[in-house]
Each structure stands twice: as C-alpha cells, then as structure tokens.
C-alpha cells in the first residue's frame, strides 16, 4: 500500500480526530506536546480524517456551557426562530455593535449578498420569507413592554431595508422577550391571567420601531417560573403541523408609513406604467402599504388573456416566479403606485404588490384570494402585515378588493379616508357600544387565514388574527 505523508500542526489540548487504528498512540503523544509538526502516513485504505483546532485548552471546554471560539472568529448571541410562516434570527441590541455596523454583520449572518439566491454561507435559505432579523430592545416608551426592529436582508444583494414590518415575524417577539427575561417580575405578574381551565396567558404591548405602531401579543404561558408554551392543538396554513395559538392585535394600523389609510385619499387610482398602459389599483396602507390589483388585469398587461376564473385556476408562486414578463409588469406597477403614495419607489419591502382573484365557487368559505410578492418573489402563503392590509381594504367602499368580494361578504365603507391615531385613539377610549368588528377570510397559496377588523366612528382600531410561533434555536451566530 503507498502512503503519502503529510505534515501538520497540533496544539495540546487541540482536537484532533482520526483513524481508530492510529488513534492511541498519536492522540495520546499529541496531547503532551507542546505546538509542534507532526508526521503522520495516510492511507486510502485506512481513510484517515484529520481535523486541526487552535482551540486553547481553556476555550476547549464546552463543559462549563459557554461556548468559545478561535480568536478570529465574529459571533453573536442569537435565536433562531419561527413566527407565523417565515424565520430568522432574533438578536438583543444590548448584545450588537453599533447600528451603523448592521450593513457588515447581518448580511454575513444570513449568507448575503449570494448571486446564486441559496445563501447558503448563512442561516438564510434563498427566500424572502427566511431572511429576516428581529433586534429586540428595552421600551422606549412607558405605554409598552419591549421594542423591536425588524430587519429584511437582501439575498443576492445583501442589503439591509428597514422600512417597514414583518407581521409574521412579530409574532415571536412577545414570547421571545418573555424567555430572555426582558420583562420584570413586576410587570410579569401584572400581565398574565387565567382562562377558565386553568390555562395561564401572558400580554404584552409591543412597540414596532420600523412604524412606530403599537401591537398586543397575548400567549400561553406555564411552569415555574412562568415560560412560553409553544405546544397546542392550533393549526395554521403553511405551517405543518399544531402549536400553541397566540393573538395577535395590531393597534391603530391606519396609516403606518404615510399617516393615512387611503395616502391618495380615494379608493382606487389609476395608476400609470412607463409605456403610457394604465390599470385599476387600490392604494392602502394599515399595518405596511400595499398596492391592491385585479389578478386578471396584471396578466393582461404581461400579454396573457386570462379571465378571473381562469386566473384563480392557473396562478401559483411557482408560475408568478417563472414569468419573469409577469414578474416585470408586477414590478414597474409596484413602483409606480409607490411614488402615487408619496413613497420612495427604490425601496423593495414597501409597498408590496398583491394580485388579488375572487372566491372560489363551492369549497370552504373564503371571501377574497391573494397572491402576494414580497422583494420581488412570490411569497408562499402571504406577509401577515399586506393580510391585515387587505382585511381593511374590504371594508372601503368603492377599493378593488371591496369590487371583488360577493355582496354579502362586503364591509359597509366603515374605513374613512383619513382615520388619524387621535381619531383612532379617541374611538377606542369612548366605548365599546359603537364597536363594530368584521372577519374576512383570505385565501393565499398555503390556505386561509381570518383577520379581523375592529372599527368606531371610521377609525380603524385594531387588526387582529391568530398565529403560531416557535424558538428553533439558542446559541450564537458566525458571521
């Protein structure tokens, strides 16, 4: 047999792992020298793995449970986690550099920029709805429990956009800040109450700092001391599986980037492509901005003569994504309804467009459909924000989506042009009465989805649906 013998470098106290036949005798020497040059023969036969480590025998012990690194080495302490239907890590700003360092570590963390669209060099997996970041913080503001940023990564270019929020990934954020201990045992007490099976639930008002709105997490909470329950019989669409349910209110969302649930004031606009071509679209903004269009009209833009029917039939993320002619039509029209709202066109995350198409004849009872498109892919299920959006669009008399739902499923027009969060504010603190709440029930790619809209006097109050959400990961992040 011909050996081929290769040098390399062992540090006592490195780990060292190879063949069993050499093990003994090379491991048991190596671990009392001092850094040396070691021969070693290699075999095919014997297919010896050799792997060095410039560990220290101080940082090499992962017995004390921290964890330790080469000194060369950049690290964060991090979660991963679920919310809803998308994941990403979740990091303390006590624990992060400055912000103006976020360009340089995050993308790095999640595996951007990838021109190939995998990231596979990080915790991101190639999709939009997975290349997320939450910073959670102590409150700004005595009215809330804890503040949050939320951070969208750019896969192939790995830029940061902070514009708007995550509905999805909000969801995480009361029980994560409840495990990491960020809210006091004062508070604490304060904030949970028991159902009347004896089932403990924790609520905690949450500032989002990307819209400066307020939201309520309400979650199961058990043992002792008190910690999240992730596990319950609640099953969400896109998500295999159950988990524990989690309400999620959305308070004051008119207005969440421009100030106003209609920034044009009407409940649609024509709104114009560069080539002169014009299409129907309703303008929107509760909870994140979103540009509302006819499924059919967009395909007859991109050259296709489908009908709704026809559409609701054919459309998939799959086909949207492989249409880039679509794909392009969808954008130039996102842009051009961005710059009607008073909103920075440049910026993928917001607004985000929506395809919407009737209900389904027959089957379970839905009133509208959508197929949504989230930094320029199709998204899978929906961004739980443009949900909440489109459940307020159904109550504006005249929008696209109000057009398309059947008679009886129509909201009234309750939403006024301009609900202020004075007016928001003012409804919400005068009684309950006059309090009207309506369910819509979305259809999207991965199933169905029931938001709820609580109004008074035109003023959108809160926004509400349910979730799951689940911690998949402690430790630290390589970035």
């Known amino acids: 047999m011909s050996l081929l013998w290769k040098r390399i470098s062992i540090r006592s106290g490195g780990l060292l792992n190879i063949h069993p036949s050499l093990q003994h005798s090379t491991t048991t020497w190596a671990a009392q020298q001092p850094l040396r040059t070691v021969p070693i023969a290699l075999g095919a036969a014997s297919q010896v793995a050799c792997l060095t480590s410039s560990r220290t025998p101080q940082t090499a012990q992962r017995s004390s449970g921290a964890m330790s690194h080469h000194e060369h080495e950049r690290v964060l302490p991090a979660w991963f986690a679920r919310g809803g239907t998308s994941n990403g890590l979740v990091l303390t700003r006590a624990e992060l550099p400055p912000e103006q360092d976020w360009p340089t570590i995050f993308p790095a963390a999640m595996g951007s920029p990838d021109s190939y669209g995998r990231q596979l060099n990080g915790m991101g997996s190639g999709i939009s709805s997975t290349s997320k970041i939450m910073v959670l913080g102590p409150p700004t503001r005595d009215d809330v429990d804890v503040d949050y940023t939320f951070v969208q990564v750019g896969i192939k270019g790995g830029d940061l956009d902070m514009a708007g929020n995550c509905g999805n990934m909000s969801s995480l954020i009361g029980p994560v800040a409840w495990d990491k201990g960020m809210i006091s045992k004062e508070r604490a007490a304060a904030v949970v109450e028991e159902d009347e099976d004896g089932n403990k ?279």
């Open 201 to 479: 639930w924790a609520r905690l008002r949450i500032l989002n700092t990307n819209t400066s709105k307020v939201l309520e997490s309400k979650f199961r909470v058990e043992g002792e001391p008190l910690k999240y329950c992730p596990r319950g019989d609640y099953a969400m669409d896109g998500v295999p599986g159950t988990g524990s349910k989690m309400t999620l209110s959305f308070l004051d969302p008119a207005g969440a980037k421009t100030g106003k649930a209609l920034p044009t004031g009407n409940p649609t606009d024509i709104v114009t492509l560069a080539d002169g071509r014009s299409v129907e679209a309703s303008l929107i903004d509760v909870s994140n901005p979103g540009v509302f269009v006819r499924a059919e009209d967009m395909l007859a833009l991109a050259g296709k003569t489908l009908d709704a029917a026809e559409a609701a039939r054919s459309l998939t993320p799959a086909g949207i994504e492989a249409d880039e002619t679509l794909k392009r039509v969808l954008e130039e029209t996102r842009q051009a309804g961005t710059v009607l709202m008073g909103l920075d066109p440049t910026i993928a995350s917001v607004p985000k467009i929506v395809m919407l198409l009737p209900p389904k004849a027959g089957g379970e009872k839905i009133d509208i459909q959508c197929l949504a498109l989230s930094m320029g892919q199709a998204h899978k299920a929906v961004p739980l924000t443009l949900a909440l959006c489109l459940g307020a669009a159904c109550q504006v008399e005249g929008s696209v989506a109000w057009q398309m739902m059947s008679p009886e499923a129509r909201g009234g027009g309750d939403v006024a042009a301009v609900p202020t969060a004075a007016a928001a504010a003012k409804a919400s603190s005068s009684g309950s009465s006059d309090v009207t709440t309506k369910t819509v029930t979305i259809g999207h790619a991965s199933g169905k989805l029931d938001i709820g809209i609580r109004m008074k006097d035109g003023a959108i109050i809160s926004a509400e649906l349910l979730r799951t959400a689940r911690v998949l990961m402690k430790g630290e992040v390589l970035y």
